[in-house]
């Protein structure tokens, strides 16, 4: 099995696939996140200061880094995002606009030539990024947006974003003919629905997944990249 676990920013992807994979057994695939890769990129920025150059260099670089991880994974896998992920957030970008905050409004946003070439090459980023998707993923685990988005420097902070970016990825699902099922609720809830609909044979029990997750979780870099910057 091949499972994409799907959403936008601030739902809970990392945790709910850490656990899934100690649960089910399948190996975990992930990109490097914003975070770590902003460092290595674009030294000195936040996320919200890239120029549009820069958000698409971003994005090569992290769905190389996905497909490469995938690649190496013949036997199934459970992901942390998808190809679809930083297309969709990408293409948001075009209507909200680069920095895409509460402040800004889609009347204020000026449609330059340099915002309307990016667009123009984030509709040709979705050839590959579909084609990745419909070939590489069985099945997409949805998680809504239930909880409010974690303000730092390496997502965007604007409500309409997570929900314009949500429409967008399950539109995509639904034009691509993939199979998702949106599941809510706690991690406990969302695992026991999970395995329910797969018919996974656990590899541990719930609580023992989540609490295993939880501390691989909790050694991950979550240092808001405000304040990585402080520091370099």
């Known amino acids: 099995m091949r499972l994409a676990i799907a959403g936008t920013y601030s739902v809970g992807k990392t945790l709910t696939t850490i656990a899934l994979a100690h649960l089910t057994g399948l190996p975990r695939s992930a990109a490097a996140t914003m975070r770590d890769l902003l460092p290595i990129s674009v030294p000195g920025k936040t996320l919200e200061e890239c120029t549009p150059a820069e958000l698409i260099m971003l994005i090569m670089r992290r769905n190389q880094e996905r497909a490469v991880n995938e690649a190496a994974l013949p036997n199934g896998f459970v992901s942390d995002g998808s190809s679809l992920h930083e297309w969709a957030y ?133 240092t808001p990249e405000g304040q990585h910057l402080s520091h370099h």
Request: hydrophobic share 45%; aromatic share 8%; net charge negative.
């Open 90 to 222: 990408g293409t948001v970008r075009v209507l909200v606009g680069i920095n895409p905050n509460d402040t800004v409004e889609l009347a204020d946003v000026p449609l330059t030539e340099e915002i309307r070439f990016y667009g123009q090459v984030l509709e040709q980023m979705a050839v590959p990024a579909k084609q990745h998707a419909k070939a590489n993923y069985d099945s997409f685990v949805h998680l809504p947006i239930e909880f409010p988005l974690v303000a730092d420097g390496h997502r965007p902070v604007s409500e309409r974003f997570r929900a314009l970016a949500d429409k967008l990825m399950l539109r995509t699902l639904r034009e691509l003919e993939i199979p998702y099922y949106t599941v809510a609720g706690s991690v406990a809830d969302r695992l026991q629905t999970i395995v329910d609909i797969y018919g996974f044979t656990p590899a541990s029990s719930i609580d023992e997944a989540i609490a295993r997750a939880e501390d691989e979780y909790a050694l991950l870099d979550t």
